[in-house]
């Protein structure tokens, strides 16, 4: 399947109200990530000062920037083919849904750029990688003076909790809000993100495949 055909494909899904697998895929997985990263940090932060703690914080800075590719590649698909049309966008759920999906997207990049100027002005020479395979080099803060370091940490460091907290926040609304769609308005909101059948109409590109004769077209 190349590129054209896996955008029709998944405009199938979109035109029967779904997300595509590969939506789907990217939304749960990074939201797996990003649930493991707010508690991984908290448990991190109350660690003591030590060799563990510093391991730590690299395995939490690496899947970061693992985080932040799948965000970029979450971003140039969504690109591509849009989403479902499940909400009314001009509506105040629809602004405040839309709201809460920038800042989502901007913390896939403000937090792991955040810990890398962090880590990056740490003394030390741990190396860091996306997803253990890509080598990511230490920004060059090292030809910075040790009071102009310890600033940008200071503000990294700002920046990086009043983003965890933001994030922290938007989560649990962001989810009750798609359960209050589904229980009170009855719209496809959360379903749309959990059926992965896609389509059923004969014809439409990203139809489930027939398993015998032709299926007969709905009567209404």
Known sequence: MNLVQAIEWAEGHHRR??????????????????????????????????????????????????????????????????TPENVDEDSLSGKASHAVEVWFYFSFFALPISGWVMWSTL????????????PVPNLPFHQLSEQLQFTLMQGAA?????????????????????VLHYVFKRDRVLPSML????????????????????????RH
């Open 17 to 82: 109200g779904l997300y595509s697998p590969i939506g789907v895929a990217f939304h749960w997985v990074m939201a797996a990530l990003m649930i493991f990263q707010l508690g991984y940090g908290w448990w991190l932060g109350r660690l003591p000062v030590g060799g563990d703690k510093l391991l730590g914080y690299q395995t939490h800075a690496e899947v970061g920037l693992t985080l932040m590719v799948l965000g970029s590649l979450r971003f140039l698909w969504r690109s591509q083919i849009g």
């Open 123 to 134: 003394p030390g020479d741990l190396p860091l990688s996306i997803a253990g395979v890509i």
């Open 158 to 178: 700002t920046a990086h909790l009043w983003i965890v907290w933001i994030t922290a926040l938007s989560i649990p609304g962001h989810a009750g809000a798609a």
């Open 195 to 218: 059926d992965l059948n896609g389509p059923d109409q004969p014809g439409v590109v990203g139809s489930a495949t027939d398993s015998g004769s032709a299926r007969e077209p709905r």
